[in-house]
Each structure stands twice: as C-alpha cells, then as structure tokens.
C-alpha cells in the first residue's frame, strides 16, 4: 500500500455523469468502500454543458436495446429512488427534408422496429401539429418516438449521486488526481492514485474524466484514440406561442436538432468542420466553461434551421453555450481494462451521447471490473478494438472529425 493512504476498493477519476453512474453501480453490485475524486464540483465539466437528449433510435441492435432500457430507468426512477431524475419524456420527431433521407428513414424505422423501439412514420402535417411553427412544405416525412425526450443533465448527476451515496460511495471534490500509482512486477499493477491532497490506495482505479483521460492516460505512458471536439448549443429567450408538450426535433438533413428550454429553445448542431483541442496544449487554469464560444457556427447552421422552422430566424438568442465531448474513430465508446496495467480501467469517447448513456456505461462497467465481462456483447464498445495505438494525431483528429461531421448519417451509428 502506498505509504501514509487512505485506503479504498476502488477509486473513480471524474465525478461528471460518468463517474457517478460508475460509482453508483460498483455499489450497487456490492462493492463497499468506492470513493470518487473528483478536481472540481459533481457534475461540473462537460456535464452541464450537454444538450441531455434521450433517443433510441440507434443504428445498431446494442445501442438501440440499450438505451431503450435506459429509457425505462429513467421512466421509473422516482418510484425506486423516491425522486425525480430530471427525465423530460416528450418524444421526438426525426425530420427528412430529401428523398434520399425519407429511404434512409425509412429503413431506419423497420430496423428499429425489428429490435423492439416504438415508432411509427408521419406526415409532414401529423409533425406540424406537434411542432406548430415547423414549415411542412419543406418535409417530406417524419419519424415519431413517442418514448424519447431529454434530461437535465445536472440534475440526473446529483440523482444519482445521491443514489450511490445511500449506498456508501464517498465523493470526495476539490481533489485532483495528480497521477496513478503503480507498482507490483515491472511496476504495471495499480496501487491507487496520487492527489493534491495526498495518496488514496486501491487495487482498482477507474479512469472517467472526460477530456482529461487523455493526460491521466499519459501519466503511465497510455495512449487514447479520442479527440476533444467542441460542440455548441444556444437558447433562446421565452416564446409565448411554444406547446407544453414540444418535443425534441432532430433534422438530419440540416445536422442541426432543437428541444424545449425555460420557455424557449435550446438549438444545437454539427458543424461539418469542428475545432479539436488537445488538453495537454491549454493552459492549466482551462475549465469547460472556458471554451470559446463561435457565433459563426450559429450562422452556418441557421440556414437548415430556418429552413425547417422560419419562425426562428425572429427567435433572439440569449446565451451560447460550448462543451468538449471527446470522440472516437467510430463512433462508439471506449470501455474497458487496460491490459497493459493491471486494476486499471477507462471509460472514454462519449461521442455527444455521454448523456442519454451513462446508466448503461455505469452498469457495463461495474460488470468489466467485477466480472471481467459484460452480460451483453458489448465488443463494439471496447477500449482495446483499434488495435496499435494511432501513432499519428491528425490521422486521429480527421477521423474524429468526420463521425462529428456525419453524426446524424445511417452508417456512423449516431442518431
């Protein structure tokens, strides 16, 4: 044990929503003495600056199952956890403006329906009387999911937090975890974690810090095929004509997606050229909400905006709001142990689904560092698929980039 420590089962790195629903599965599986260390506050980082959508309708079985289930956890929450999760369940319409879009669609809709997701196919009238101010006459067809919705993703995180710590998970914040502790043969096994309030040991360290994995990984000599790249959302000040009951909209063919906020709407989207970051590069006082913020992004999106909905070129924008969502090169997350260290996990890539995606990646995970395995096949999913680490950053950030800018395309799996 490292000299002088507090001692741990485990240890959780990030106290995002990552994190916490990590934490809160290892507990809920058994393990007793989980602590998560956390640089900051719970549920600061990339966390609160997510958009928080919630859709099912996924390009494969795994994540169109899955988030499903995740679905149902939300739906009862408040009657196993006495309460609210934040869990918003408007539904959503998915719109196509083209034919090729209304095929893809199409095929969307019977695949999804085949793994089990209720959802039916509109008309372009049945979307307007849902979402008043859409211009039916730029839609050809629509998808409706009456079971997705959206989150407020701060108040998810404290929920399940919550939940973890009536299971006795420790959260301990303002601790920055300075470096992993190994020792052992060839110095490859986890002792615990080094911070700047000192030592906690542990035979079991996970690794969910978002953006930051990328340096943690580096302290003992890691690669990870992720790449920080920001995402923009806005809101827009209260609008007196929007419904109750709006639900979250998605156009693909704009890559833009729209949900209700206090009164107004938060519009989101893709730029077909996002700026990558490094962490390494910043300098040490970067916080998430520091990330700039392009007005340009808005205005190259606009259009596809205004297209579907005309009213919103009247709308005035309040605020803008920019996080750092770390991608992988297909789009999928990266879970698992390391194999190159032993009591050493990571969970990375949330790939702009980090939200809608926590429960599962807190519960596969939970299952990779007690039992080895997952329930499901989850090899899609693994830390270790890509083989021979990339040796080249721009091949990596372009590769990244392309699933960002097509993250609403059949064959990338992100919907």
Same mark, same amino acid.
């Given at each position: 044990?490292?000299?002088?420590?507090?001692?741990?089962?485990?240890?959780?790195?990030?106290?995002?929503?990552?994190?916490?629903?990590?934490?809160?599965?290892?507990?809920?599986?058994?393990?007793?003495?989980?602590?998560?260390?956390?640089?900051?506050?719970?549920?600061?980082?990339?966390?609160?600056?997510?958009?928080?959508?919630?859709?099912?309708?996924?390009?494969?079985?795994?994540?169109?199952?899955?988030?499903?289930?995740?679905?149902?956890?939300?739906?009862?929450?408040?009657?196993?956890?006495?309460?609210?999760?934040?869990?918003?369940?408007?539904?959503?319409?998915?719109?196509?403006?083209?034919?090729?879009?209304?095929?893809?669609?199409?095929?969307?809709?019977? !695949? =999804? %329906?085949?793994?089990? +997701? *209720?959802?039916?196919? /509109?008309? @372009?009238? $049945?979307? !307007? =009387? %849902?979402?008043?101010? +859409? *211009?039916?006459?730029? /839609?050809? @067809?629509? $998808?409706?999911?009456?079971?997705?919705?959206?989150?407020?993703?701060?108040?998810?995180?404290?929920?399940?937090?919550?939940?973890?710590?009536?299971?006795?998970?420790?959260?301990?914040?303002?601790?920055?975890?300075?470096?992993?502790?190994?020792?052992?043969?060839?110095?490859?096994?986890?002792?615990?974690?080094?911070?700047?309030?000192?030592?906690?040991?542990?035979?079991?360290?996970?690794?969910?810090?978002?953006?930051?994995?990328?340096?943690?990984?580096?302290?003992?000599?890691?690669?990870?095929?992720?790449?920080?790249?920001?995402?923009?959302?806005?809101?827009?000040?209260?609008?007196?004509?929007?419904?109750?009951?709006?639900?979250?909209?998605?156009?693909?063919?704009?890559?833009?997606?729209?949900?209700?906020?206090?009164?107004?709407?938060?519009?989101?989207?893709?730029?077909?050229?996002?700026?990558?970051?490094?962490?390494?590069?910043?300098?040490?006082?970067?916080?998430?909400?520091?990330?700039?913020?392009?007005?340009?992004?808005?205005?190259?999106?606009?259009?596809?905006?205004?297209?579907?909905?005309?009213?919103?070129?009247?709308?005035?924008?309040?605020?803008?709001?920019?996080?750092?969502?770390?991608?992988?090169?297909?789009?999928?997350?990266?879970?698992?142990?390391?194999?190159?260290?032993?009591?050493?996990?990571?969970?990375?890539?949330?790939?702009?689904?980090?939200?809608?995606?926590?429960?599962?990646?807190?519960?596969?995970?939970?299952?990779?560092?007690?039992?080895?395995?997952?329930?499901?096949?989850?090899?899609?999913?693994?830390?270790?698929?890509?083989?021979?680490?990339?040796?080249?950053?721009?091949?990596?950030?372009?590769?990244?980039?392309?699933?960002?800018?097509?993250?609403?395309?059949?064959?990338?799996?992100?919907?």
């Amino acid at each position: 044990m490292l000299s002088g420590a507090r001692e741990a089962a485990a240890v959780v790195v990030g106290g995002g929503i990552w994190g916490c629903a990590i934490a809160y599965h290892l507990a809920r599986a058994g393990l007793r003495e989980v602590v998560v260390l956390e640089r900051r506050e719970l549920a600061s980082g990339n966390t609160p600056q997510a958009a928080g959508l919630v859709g099912q309708l996924r390009a494969s079985p795994l994540m169109c199952r899955s988030v499903q289930a995740v679905v149902r956890r939300l739906q009862g929450w408040a009657s196993e956890h006495g309460e609210e999760c934040g869990f918003r369940q408007v539904g959503s319409l998915k719109l196509a403006l083209t034919d090729g879009r209304v095929r893809e669609l199409e095929q969307h809709v019977s !695949q =999804a %329906r085949q793994w089990g +997701l *209720d959802v039916e196919l /509109v008309s @372009a009238k $049945a979307a !307007q =009387a %849902r979402v008043p101010f +859409l *211009d039916a006459g730029e /839609v050809r @067809a629509a $998808a409706w999911i009456p079971g997705d919705g959206y989150v407020e993703p701060y108040t998810l995180t404290m929920a399940i937090a919550r939940a973890a710590r009536r299971l006795g998970v420790r959260f301990e914040t303002g601790r920055p975890v300075t470096a992993i502790s190994l020792g052992g043969p060839a110095r490859r096994a986890v002792r615990g974690v080094e911070t700047t309030r000192g030592p906690v040991a542990a035979p079991r360290v996970v690794v969910a810090a978002g953006p930051w994995v990328e340096q943690v990984a580096a302290s003992v000599g890691l690669a990870v095929d992720t790449v920080p790249l920001r995402h923009q959302h806005w809101t827009t000040a209260p609008m007196s004509d929007l419904p109750g009951d709006l639900p979250v909209v998605r156009v693909p063919d704009a890559s833009v997606y729209i949900r209700p906020e206090v009164g107004g709407l938060l519009l989101g989207g893709f730029e077909a050229r996002p700026k990558a970051f490094r962490m390494a590069d910043l300098p040490p006082t970067f916080e998430i909400e520091h990330t700039e913020k392009d007005l340009g992004v808005l205005e190259e999106l606009a259009g596809g905006l205004t297209r579907a909905f005309p009213a919103l070129a009247r709308a005035p924008v309040l605020k803008g709001c920019a996080g750092l969502p770390t991608f992988t090169p297909d789009g999928n997350y990266l879970l698992g142990a390391v194999p190159e260290v032993e009591g050493l996990w990571m969970a990375a890539g949330c790939n702009a689904v980090g939200i809608a995606g926590a429960l599962l990646v807190g519960e596969w995970m939970a299952e990779l560092v007690l039992e080895g395995r997952t329930a499901i096949d989850t090899a899609s999913q693994a830390l270790t698929r890509f083989g021979t680490r990339y040796g080249d950053r721009a091949r990596l950030g372009t590769d990244c980039e392309a699933i960002y800018g097509n993250f609403y395309s059949l064959d990338k799996g992100a919907f």
